[in-house]
């Protein structure tokens, strides 16, 4: 209940882990570690195969919640939060709004299923094949200190990011201004397209439009 | 074994505010509305000017039947209500309401995020309600929450990232701890701001369209009766009690009174939220309903704008006297 307690507790636990417990003895903490594993892969596999579709976007909300877990039990409180507010108190909501604004039916959609499915499935496994990979390789060597302050607290990771990781982050920032920026322009764009809809649509409009414009030549 | 002792006990007092303090603001909502309006309001159940109108009011929805219609997706249907609900008990938690570690139910690292994130969990609840009832207006009182969350969500958000900025922490008895007077004239558009978008989040009137009963009937919750349309409205009027709650301690200073945050500190926090509280109850009172257009269009041309400034404004003091 208290998730802060348990975050603490796991920090803890982790510190006298390495201390007094063998390699094939795991700790609660690991155990629990494990099984909102299953469960957060058993919500992703259901997401994916499932024939409802909000029933799909739900079992997202399972999989980001139980990731959110993950990362609390891995003592990323900063990061935990950050998930649960920005996936499934943002993307999920524009999800089911854009599902319900569209094509949201209560019951089984049998059109739901791509033919896709082995090519997505083989990308998956790929994808994840190199994030494991990168992840591993990147990280092999590193020592990770556990008697300090826990890794994750937000000043750990304020401090690591606005030090360490400045450019990157500002990339990063620019790159989702270019986004947004973009979206405006895309949707004026639209606007305007509504505004004058025959006139820029047909070639006879163009037409005249490029007489009118070869007329003030 | 005293350290469990420790969690039940405040665990305990958590449950028992959040199952009472909904109680006394909708009590007090049905008195100050009334009077307002130059009635008086509920008078005979429990004696003494009505006070127990509420505990009837939930025994007569206990007994009510609880009926799922026949072409609604069954499970999510029973499930939105604790969705609805549940995200509130936890906030609550969270919030400090005076100094130390004995009055706040569990001090979080990051407060402000625990709190946001967790808060937006619950709009979910209405989501699911209003796309499971199988009904027309349902799912349009759905998406209309939806499209409010997301226009409210962000200057909420960046409000509560300018005081953070100000207090340089992030926790919320940390930021507190750090209030000074002078935060509150620095900070008023931040909290105004911030107020106004917590109300749009809790759908309350004057941002109540999700469930604007002249259009709607009663949004996402049209279907519902008995206990789950009890627990829609408690998830409602403890909202309420989170928002005023965080606004007291994020921009008024919590514990912190004329005479000083010692002693009686928690007097202050609870006497900051209840006015608070009052004015919720006046907003609804007073005024219209807005329009959905007029909805969207405060919250991106002003509201945002007007964070953001505070933002600006928050930084350039900060710089100054730093």
Redesign the interface.
């Known amino acids: 209940?208290?998730?802060?307690?348990a975050?603490a507790a796991a920090a803890r636990a982790t510190t006298t882990a390495a201390e007094s417990h063998g390699f094939l003895s795991p700790t609660g903490v690991e155990i629990a570690f494990l099984l909102v594993g299953l469960v957060t892969f058993g919500a992703a596999i259901v997401t994916v195969t499932t024939k409802q579709l909000?029933?799909a976007a739900?079992w997202l909300?399972m999989a980001l919640g139980g990731l959110a877990v993950e990362y609390l039990l891995l003592t990323a409180?900063?990061i935990a939060?950050?998930q649960?507010?920005i996936y499934?108190?943002?993307v999920?909501?524009?999800l089911?709004?854009g599902l319900?604004?569209t094509k949201?039916p209560?019951?089984r959609s049998p059109d739901a299923d791509s033919g896709n499915r082995w090519v997505a499935l083989t990308v998956a496994v790929a994808a994840a094949a190199a994030l494991v990979w990168v992840v591993v390789d990147a990280f092999r060597t590193t020592w990770v200190d556990l008697k300090g302050p826990a890794a994750g607290?937000?000043e750990v990771t304020g401090a690591s990011l606005f030090q360490n990781w400045v450019l990157p982050f500002e990339a990063l920032s620019v790159l989702l201004l270019a986004a947004l920026v973009g979206a405006i322009v895309l949707s004026r764009k639209a606007k305007a397209d509504a505004t004058t809809p025959a006139d820029a649509a047909t070639p006879a409009g163009a037409q005249s439009r490029r007489s009118e414009k070869e007329g003030t030549r | 074994m005293n350290d469990a002792l420790d969690v039940a006990l405040r665990l305990l007092v958590v449950f028992v505010v959040f199952l009472t303090f909904p109680l006394i603001v909708g009590q007090t909502e049905h008195k100050v509305m009334a009077h307002m309006q130059g009635r008086l309001g509920p008078m005979y159940a429990g004696g003494f000017h009505g006070w127990a109108q509420l505990v009837a009011d939930g025994v007569k929805f206990a007994q009510k039947e609880d009926i799922v219609p026949a072409g609604a997706d069954r499970r999510i249907f029973q499930l939105a209500p604790a969705v609805a609900l549940l995200p509130y008990l936890l906030v609550l938690l969270a919030i400090p309401i005076g100094p130390g570690e004995g009055a706040v139910g569990q001090v979080v690292d990051a407060g402000i995020f625990f709190v946001l994130a967790v808060m937006g969990v619950g709009v979910l609840g209405s989501l699911m309600a209003g796309w499971a009832s199988a009904n027309k207006f349902s799912l349009l009182g759905g998406l209309r929450t939806a499209a409010q969350l997301l226009a409210y969500e962000l200057p909420m958000l960046l409000t509560a990232a300018s005081v953070a900025m100000a207090a340089g922490t992030v926790s919320l008895p940390g930021i507190v701890a750090a209030f000074e007077w002078w935060w509150v004239p620095w900070q008023l558009v931040g909290a105004v701001v911030f107020f106004v978008a917590g109300l749009a989040e809790l759908q309350r009137p004057p941002f109540d369209m999700p469930v604007a009963d002249s259009e709607i009937i009663f949004g996402a919750y049209t279907e519902y009766t008995g206990l789950r349309f009890a627990l829609f409205l408690l998830a409602e009027y403890a909202g309420i009690v989170v928002l005023c709650g965080l606004t007291t301690v994020l921009f008024l200073g919590g514990w912190h009174g004329p005479w000083g945050a010692d002693g009686l500190g928690w007097v202050w926090t609870l006497l900051k939220a209840a006015l608070l509280a009052f004015v919720v109850i006046w907003l609804r009172v007073t005024y219209p309903r807005l329009r959905e257009d007029q909805l969207q269009k405060l919250s991106w041309t002003l509201l945002i704008p007007l964070s953001l400034a505070q933002i600006a404004l928050t930084g350039i003091v900060k710089v100054v006297i730093s």
């Open positions: 209940m208290s998730l802060a307690a975050t909000v029933h739900l909300v409180e900063f939060w950050v649960v507010l499934v108190g943002s999920v909501v524009l089911l709004f319900m604004l949201a209560i019951g607290s937000t």
